[in-house]
């Protein structure tokens, strides 16, 4: 089985310029998710989506990013414009059953870095 | 609000030897809780879940936690280390009951030594 994608794999910018990533989850997986990981920190929660509707945006800093999912299949994560302290690894995840239990399988994450 | 506590930023192990990378949380009600391993330039790879029942679960690689409800920990275990077990350790933890997001810790890097 296939596992998450994303692209690209790293990405840089200077601050104030946008930035969009891509994510494709397992087929068939309801659940995706996207999560900011700053280095030395645990990935951060940022929207997750079931099927192509938001569950959870409560960590997503809403003015200067975006995320959508159409036909509830891929994502895409916006940022415009970037910031400094935007630079992390952006890491796309989704699982398959209920949300509550299921393991979450993760794809190996876009670095970003702001210049 | 849940939290989770990694207590050791890094652990060293000789290689043979048994390991614990330790893990406490702080959540209202029953938790679900969760492993993940991080090796460079890879995203998160599941090792191993409780969510009720027995206290000590079973994961990939040999490893092993045991749920302590009254410590409120969730201790990760393997009885012999091999280098290749040297990565970034997350524990994570979601509420029982409705939707709740994962909150992860900050990670524990654990090194084998040869």
């Known amino acids: 089985e296939a596992g998450v994608a994303q692209s690209p794999r790293y990405k840089i910018i200077e601050k104030r310029q946008s930035v969009a990533f891509w994510c494709n989850p397992i087929s068939g997986h309801a659940t995706l998710y996207w999560y900011q990981q700053i280095l030395g920190q645990g990935p951060k929660l940022l929207i997750q989506?079931?099927?192509?509707?938001?569950?959870?945006d409560s960590q997503l800093p809403k003015d200067r990013f975006s995320a959508e999912r159409l036909k509830g299949v891929d994502s895409t994560l916006k940022i415009q414009p970037a910031k400094l302290e935007d630079s992390a690894v952006y890491l796309c995840?989704?699982?398959?059953?209920?949300?509550?239990?299921?393991?979450?399988?993760f794809g190996p994450g876009t670095r970003l870095t702001v210049l | 609000a849940q939290s989770v506590a990694q207590p050791e930023d890094q652990v060293n192990v000789a290689e043979g030897n048994p390991l614990t990378v330790k893990c406490t949380y702080s959540v209202s009600g029953n938790p679900y809780l969760f492993w993940y391993v991080q090796y460079p330039n890879r995203g998160l790879q599941f090792l191993l879940k409780?969510?009720?029942?027995?206290?000590l679960v079973k994961g990939s690689y040999g490893f092993e936690a045991e749920f302590n409800k009254s410590q409120t920990s969730f201790h990760l275990k393997k009885p012999s280390a091999l280098v290749s077990d040297s990565a970034l350790y997350f524990c994570?933890?979601?509420?029982?009951?409705?939707?709740?997001?994962?909150?992860f810790g900050t990670g524990t890097k654990l090194q084998v030594i040869p």
């Open positions: 989506f079931q099927n192509n509707g938001v569950v959870d």
């Open positions: 995840a989704s699982s398959g059953g209920r949300p509550a239990t299921d393991t979450q399988y």
């Open positions: 994570a933890v979601r509420p029982l009951g409705g939707y709740q997001k994962v909150t």
């Open positions: 409780y969510i009720t029942g027995d206290n």
